[in-house]
């Protein structure tokens, strides 16, 4: 029996491999790649009221298209954490001001920050991983785009989380889209969302420096959707 190849010859052996597959089945792909927040490829994840779109949104589709960025679809950190695709748990909330809910809703907070952080760790480790594979596996990962005025996905524009909850307690059961939208406006702050903050916490560990994009979801609302400049525009 052939003596066992010590573990740093078989790394070496398997990378040699892997280059020479990488090059001898060379193809059309571009090896540059964007991710992008979920809501971006798919509307459906948004708070209700928020969807602009029946499904993507169509200018950064088209950007990343002209450009021949691959699209990554990042998790809806909301979804994983406020209760699924409707975010049952934060719709608890919605017009709960004269409820048991809505009187305890002050000591609920700091939980659901707390829970909600430790999901986006999660998931923050999970697409740092995947954008380190990319980059130690020669693609560029041309940088990250978020959702400005989302309270976990926000790049630059965050929502103050307490004053969304108060005026979301208010909420009458007639209430519109319209006055959903408003009380997100109205409660946009400088900052970023707790994803973000977690992903770029994540992204320095593995000491990747990957830029942030910010789509603007005030900008989308008001019916004027426009893609971030990304790199090289
Ligand atoms: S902005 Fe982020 S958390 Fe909000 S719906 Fe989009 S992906 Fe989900």
Same mark, same amino acid.
């Not at 971006?40 to 169509?58: D, M, P, V």
């Not at 699924?84 to 919605?94: D, I, M, S």
């Not at 707390?114 to 980059?135: G, H, I, K, P």
């Not at 707790?194 to 008001?222: G, H």
């Given at each position: 029996?052939?003596?066992?190849?010590?573990? +740093?010859?078989?790394?070496?052996?398997?990378?040699?491999?892997?280059?020479?597959?990488?090059?001898?089945?060379?193809?059309?792909?571009?090896?540059?790649? =964007?991710?992008?927040?979920?809501?971006?490829?798919?509307?459906?994840?948004?708070?209700?009221?928020?969807?602009? &779109? #029946?499904?993507?949104?169509?200018?950064? =589709?088209?950007?990343?298209?002209?450009?021949?960025?691959?699209?990554?679809?990042?998790?809806?950190? &909301?979804?994983?954490?406020?209760?699924? =695709?409707?975010?049952?748990?934060?719709?608890?909330? $919605?017009?709960?001001?004269? !409820?048991?809910?809505?009187?305890?809703?002050?000591?609920?907070?700091?939980?659901?920050?707390?829970?909600?952080?430790?999901?986006?760790?999660?998931?923050?480790? +999970?697409?740092?991983?995947?954008?380190?594979?990319? &980059?130690?596996?020669? $693609?560029?990962? @041309?940088?990250?785009?978020?959702? +400005?005025?989302?309270?976990?996905?926000?790049? !630059? #524009?965050?929502?103050? =989380?307490? #004053?969304?909850?108060?005026? @979301?307690?208010?909420?009458?059961? !007639?209430?519109?889209?319209?006055?959903?939208?408003?009380? @997100?406006?109205?409660?946009? !702050?400088?900052?970023?969302?707790?994803?973000? &903050?977690?992903?770029?916490?994540?992204?320095?560990?593995?000491?990747? +420096?990957?830029? $942030?994009?910010?789509?603007?979801?005030?900008?989308?609302?008001?019916?004027?959707? #426009?893609?971030?400049?990304?790199?090289?525009?």
């Amino acid at each position: 029996m052939a003596p066992a190849m010590p573990d +740093d010859r078989l790394a070496a052996a398997a990378m040699n491999g892997t280059t020479h597959w990488a090059s001898q089945l060379a193809d059309r792909r571009g090896r540059e790649v =964007v991710f992008l927040s979920h809501c971006l490829l798919n509307e459906n994840t948004r708070y209700l009221g928020g969807a602009c &779109e #029946r499904g993507a949104s169509l200018p950064i =589709v088209r950007l990343c298209l002209e450009r021949g960025y691959g699209m990554v679809q990042m998790p809806c950190p &909301e979804q994983h954490a406020w209760g699924g =695709v409707l975010k049952r748990r934060l719709l608890r909330f $919605f017009g709960s001001k004269a !409820t048991p809910l809505g009187r305890v809703r002050p000591a609920a907070l700091p939980v659901l920050v707390w829970y909600t952080r430790r999901v986006c760790r999660r998931l923050a480790r +999970d697409v740092a991983a995947q954008m380190l594979d990319d &980059e130690s596996s020669g $693609f560029d990962v @041309v940088g990250v785009v978020g959702v +400005d005025g989302s309270p976990s996905c926000g790049a !630059t #524009r965050t929502i103050d =989380v307490r #004053r969304a909850l108060d005026l @979301v307690a208010e909420l009458q059961p !007639t209430a519109t889209a319209d006055d959903m939208n408003r009380i @997100v406006l109205r409660s946009i !702050t400088a900052g970023r969302g707790i994803f973000v &903050e977690e992903l770029q916490a994540q992204l320095r560990r593995l000491r990747l +420096d990957i830029p $942030f994009f910010a789509f603007d979801l005030p900008s989308e609302l008001a019916g004027l959707p #426009r893609a971030p400049s990304l790199r090289g525009s």
